[in-house]
């Protein structure tokens, strides 16, 4: 299990903790969790010049965020760690949680790009896209 940093709790105000701590997928979606994902996986979004919105919602870019090693493990356990201690549970029971969620959150990404592909935007078809 990862140990936060000094670094990683002042990245993650308990405001924020409070408002991204996801019990469901649709959570992950959520402004304040987005916000979490961008601090934690920052190097990661920078590397492909994305966002942490472009993150949640792209089987691409989430597909490439598994396939990274342990990035995204390293940054589930520091984000789970400080959530129970934040709301004085047991960190494993929220690694796990978490992990579970994730994997969740993932497949259904998959699963809506299968069924609904996104489609390329240029500047001509970005109106009739949105």
């Known amino acids: 299990m990862a140990v936060p940093t000094k670094e990683d709790l002042e990245a993650a105000p ?8 996801c019990t469901a997928v649709e959570h992950f979606f959520k402004p304040e969790s987005r916000d979490l994902i961008g601090r934690f996986l920052t190097s990661f979004v ?10 949640v919602h792209s089987a691409k870019y989430q597909k490439r965020l598994h396939d990274s090693g342990r ?9 789970a760690t400080m959530q129970a201690r934040y709301k004085s549970e047991s960190s494993a029971k929220r690694v796990k949680e978490l992990h579970t969620l994730v994997s969740a959150a993932s497949k259904k990404v ?9 489609p390329n935007m240029t500047p001509e078809t970005f109106p009739a896209v949105i």
């Open 71 to 79: 990035v995204l493990m390293n940054a589930v356990d520091k984000i």
């Open 110 to 118: 998959w699963d809506d790009d299968k069924e609904r592909p996104v």
């Open 46 to 55: 920078d590397s492909l010049i994305i966002t942490p919105t472009e993150l």
């Open 14 to 21: 308990d405001v924020l903790l409070e408002g991204s701590y």
